[in-house]
């Protein structure tokens, strides 16, 4: 029987009860077997001889991925997949894959609710009324969204879904996504931006959606603040590490940019004393952007629906690194 390994302390919290998976991995004649160890060598011990690795956010590490013997797929239950080593699981010839179509309409629902409410002044609304205050002159300066630049960085599926919901606010939508054709932008009505800091001077908002990669990492940082619109209003569902957060505080302290909405951050979950906790023009939310009861439900049902398909035989719908496929041909 093969065995699936599930490991990671997101999947376990997102996936307390693992009964579906169980009843799944059975067409694929496999059983699960969790492993809650953070350690790589208690890891590397149990998951030696698995068949496949379902992760959230828990490091697939070079070490781990070299001391598979029988690895047919590593999956992360998620859209982002950075916590996998993807070049020596593709050197490995494993295929890696996501689940990215669980959350889109999700997502970008939660990053306009974020801008809505940082941009209306929700935050400081809701403190003042619950005492009984009622007036507006501590929201000041609210402006109406019709004509004003929203940027999206990274025109993924999310970062598409965000468009007609912003253009319903009368927002004019600029993007940035450096591999892109120029059809998706003209397909979408929406004006590209060839370099980054073209958007970053021009938006009112900003809403990132690209993947956490080395090119993305800190790809804004204090240099970025110093070019954005004093009002400008950052947003930031994607992950954490794309933002230089200890940049990010020091420019909202300063009044550099309005406001911040994250449901992402550096370190998940964070310290008590992280400073962007406390930050009055900041608006945190703990990693929920995906969360509805259909995406949960959608999450396990691909996720499986992948794994059952691969372990069959079959190659994968959801593959992040397809070169292997090449490279499996060509040593034949």
């Known amino acids: 029987m093969k065995k699936i390994v599930f490991s990671g302390q997101r999947l376990f919290m997102k996936f307390s009860n693992l009964e579906y998976f169980e009843k799944r991995a059975a067409e694929a004649d496999a059983k699960i077997v969790s492993i809650h160890s953070e350690s790589d060598e208690e890891f590397i011990q149990s998951a030696r001889d698995a068949s496949a690795i379902v992760v959230i956010a828990r490091k ?8 598979l013997e029988q690895c047919e797929l590593i999956l992360t239950l998620s859209v982002g997949y950075d916590c996998v080593d993807l070049k020596t699981a593709t050197e490995r010839g494993i295929p890696v ?3 990215p179509a669980y959350c889109t309409d999700e997502v970008a629902n939660h990053a306009m609710t974020l801008l809505l409410a940082l ?6 609304i809701i403190p003042q009324s619950k005492n009984a205050v009622w007036d507006y002159k501590y929201t000041r300066q609210i402006y ?5 630049n929203l940027g999206i960085i990274g025109l993924g599926k999310v970062g598409r879904s965000i468009v007609p919901k912003a ?8 993007a940035y996504d450096p591999y892109l054709d120029d059809d998706i932008f003209n397909l979408l009505g929406v004006n590209r931006k060839y370099e980054l800091d073209d958007l970053l001077r021009e938006a009112d908002y900003i809403t990132i959606h690209a993947p956490l990669t080395p090119e993305t990492y800190h790809l804004i940082d204090e240099r970025s603040f110093g070019i954005m619109k004093k009002n400008a209003v950052l947003i930031n569902t994607a992950r954490g590490k794309i933002i230089d957060e200890n940049a990010l505080c020091k420019a909202l302290i300063d009044r550099q940019i309005d406001s911040a909405g994250l449901d992402v951050l550096e370190q998940e979950p964070p310290s008590n004393d992280n400073p962007i906790l406390n ?3 900041a608006i945190v939310t703990p990693h929920v952007a995906w969360y509805s009861e259909e995406s949960f439900k959608n999450d396990m049902v ?12 079959h190659r994968p ?11 499996k041909k060509n040593k034949r």
Request: hydrophobic content about 40%; aromatic content about 8%; some cysteine.
């Open 302 to 313: 691909q996720g499986m629906d992948e794994i059952v398909n691969v372990l069959n035989g």
């Open 97 to 99: 894959c996501n689940t």
């Open 317 to 327: 719908r959801y593959i992040v690194n397809p070169e292997i496929f090449g490279a």
């Open 144 to 148: 109406n969204f019709k004509d004003n």
């Open 279 to 281: 930050i009055s023009n």
């Open 167 to 174: 253009r319903g606010f009368g927002m004019t939508i600029m």
């Open 119 to 124: 941009a209306r002044k929700i935050h400081l």
């Open 60 to 67: 697939i590490s070079h070490e781990i991925i070299r001391s």
